[in-house]
């Protein structure tokens, strides 16, 4: 850890209020952190497993950093249990005064990326590219403070591989890292040796409540219901417009249910959809919020069903029948 010295001193107990409105504290440690990283703004990543306090830190350090002034982005990093835009998508949102700072004040994105998972592990590609996209996209604005959520995939390959390159690519200021045992050892290391980012390394708070796999599941459930329940409608599809491309002959009712991500042929995710095969019709529909400035779709690797539940992954290679 770096640079402790340097950390001002600020009154203990301070509170802050978290996003479900307890007041919670926090500990003079953290407090201590954000105070820097608001006198030092710059791409803030946030790295811990699950339930470390991530998301909490992440939309307080953005509210003192509106109150200070700054022009401040939240880029929502995590697929499953997503601040900003639906489940499967990397969502970006520029914050400000008049901005609430609850779930459902933050649901609605000023940026998007699809995903199309909710299994990180096997979506890094999109995961790392669209978390830059959306990264780029503040620093274009101008902000001079991006708070960077990430997901819980912290271990392993993949998590160390996930980090490695979100990292690289991104060249955030600071990385605060909210460690319980050793979990973040790893990903805290090659954020220390290969980046020139400051490391913050502060103790989960004793305060942080695990939430049980219902909790997850009824929220992730609720976030993409939300998604779905104002101004949806169903739009024809033609069965040229995807990425990947459909195979000659293609089965289309092998398509029923899934994820699509509705991009605007210009880089940009505008939307997602939820495809639905007519077997009378034998054609596909798309169910959607988002009726405007779309010129393909992007397929998903996820069925589900717009009241939020997941009905199941899908593996491309094995519905294309290809490598
Ligand atoms: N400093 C704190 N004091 C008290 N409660 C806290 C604190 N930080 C987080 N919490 C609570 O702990 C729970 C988990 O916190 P949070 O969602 O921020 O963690 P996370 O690391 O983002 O989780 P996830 O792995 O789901 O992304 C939430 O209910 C939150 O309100
Ligand atoms: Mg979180």
């Known amino acids: 850890m770096q640079s402790h010295q340097e950390v001002k001193t600020v009154p203990s107990g301070a509170v802050f209020c978290c996003r479900d409105k307890k007041r919670i504290h926090m500990k003079s440690e953290m407090e201590r952190a954000v105070d820097r990283l608001i006198e030092n703004p710059g791409a803030v990543f946030l790295m811990g497993a699950l339930d470390s306090g991530k998301t909490t830190f992440g939309l307080e350090l953005a509210k003192r950093a509106v109150a200070a002034g700054l022009r401040t982005a939240i880029v929502d990093a995590d697929v499953v249990q997503s601040t900003i835009g639906p489940p499967t998508t990397t969502g970006l949102r520029f914050v400000d005064a008049a901005t609430e700072f609850s779930p ?50 912290v271990s392993g390959i993949y998590g160390q591989t996930l980090k490695y390159f979100k990292l690289d690519l991104i060249s955030p200021d600071f990385v605060v890292a909210f460690e319980r045992g050793g979990e973040l050892e790893p990903v805290v290391g090659l ?121 199941g992954p899908v593996d491309l290679r094995q519905l294309f029948g290809t490598a």
């Open 104 to 153: 459902e004040g933050l649901r609605v994105a000023d940026g998007l990326g699809f995903v199309g998972s909710m299994i990180p592990k096997g979506h890094l590609l999109p995961l790392i590219t669209s978390t830059m996209k959306l990264v780029n996209q503040a620093r274009a604005r101008g902000c001079d403070l991006i708070v960077i959520d990430s997901s819980s995939l």
């Open 191 to 311: 954020a220390q040796r290969f980046t020139a980012a400051e490391v913050i390394e502060l103790e989960v708070a004793p305060e942080v409540r695990s939430r049980s796999v219902d909790e997850r599941m009824q929220s992730r459930e609720e976030a993409f219901a939300a998604y779905f329940a104002h101004g949806s409608s169903r739009w024809r599809v033609k069965p040229t417009v995807f990425m990947p491309t459909l195979p000659p002959e293609f089965d289309l009712a092998l398509l029923d249910e899934l994820v699509v991500g509705m991009e605007d042929g210009d880089g940009h995710c505008v939307g997602i959809g939820v495809l639905e095969y007519d077997s009378g019709e034998d054609i596909l529909r798309m169910i959607s919020p988002v009726s405007e400035g779309v010129r393909g779709l992007r397929l998903g690797s996820i069925r589900m069903d717009i009241s939020g539940r997941a009905k």
